[in-house]
């Protein structure tokens, strides 16, 4: 009778790769959550300034973050935005009918997302500058964004920053550009609900 050997202990590099598959399997239920989160966030509003709200409340628990820009594109004036939210260290305004900044014309442009681990030392070989807003006498470090597309079209843009340089990274982005997809379709159901409004309220003016 022989004895039995002992359970083989897993080699190094099958260490690396489990530990590498939970750690996937982590931010895969990461993503879900905040998804589910921010879409909850997103319904039942109809304008885009309650649904930028509700997002960037959400972000605030989900980024590392100093300032938010979410903005929505005008479709009769290009390079302008309808509307924008603009939240610099927890001090929000809103505005409509501003122009589109440099960054944000790039992400509409290429319809690509943007990570700048450090802005200040990036920007300069890119050939852009980015407008302040907030807070003038600091500068943003950290900055993602990304279009908001539906489909083939970029209804607007999101940006998230921070003041310390190196808080993201392409996990970062890859989150942000899910949210993205999120806002997008909850602002095209809020357009479709002021047309079904409108709608409705020319209808009784005809009756």
Request: net charge negative.
């Amino acid at each position: 009778m022989h004895e039995s050997a002992a359970p083989a202990k897993p080699t190094a590099a099958l260490e690396h790769a489990l530990a590498h598959l939970h750690k996937q399997a982590e931010r895969d239920r990461r993503a879900l959550l905040v998804l589910y989160t921010v879409s909850l966030a997103c319904s039942g509003h109809t304008t885009p300034r309650a649904i930028f709200e509700a997002v960037e409340r959400e972000l605030r628990a989900i980024f590392a973050s100093d300032a938010c820009y979410i903005a929505l594109c005008d479709t009769r004036h290009a390079g302008a935005f309808r509307a924008a939210l603009l939240v610099d260290e927890g001090v929000s305004e809103y505005a409509e009918h501003t122009p589109s900044g440099t960054l944000t014309g790039l992400l509409l442009r290429d319809r690509a997302p943007l990570l700048f681990h450090d802005l200040a030392a990036e920007q300069g070989p890119l050939g852009v500058t980015a407008e302040p807003f907030g807070n003038l006498q600091k500068a943003s470090r950290a900055w993602m964004g990304v279009p908001l597309m539906l489909g083939e079209h970029a209804l607007g843009v999101i940006s998230v920053q921070s003041y310390t340089p190196g808080v993201y990274d392409p996990t970062d982005l890859d989150l942000l550009q899910r949210v993205g997809h999120v806002i997008a379709v909850a602002l095209e159901n809020a357009n479709l609900v002021q047309q079904q409004r409108t709608l409705g309220a020319l209808s009784l003016i005809h009756i």
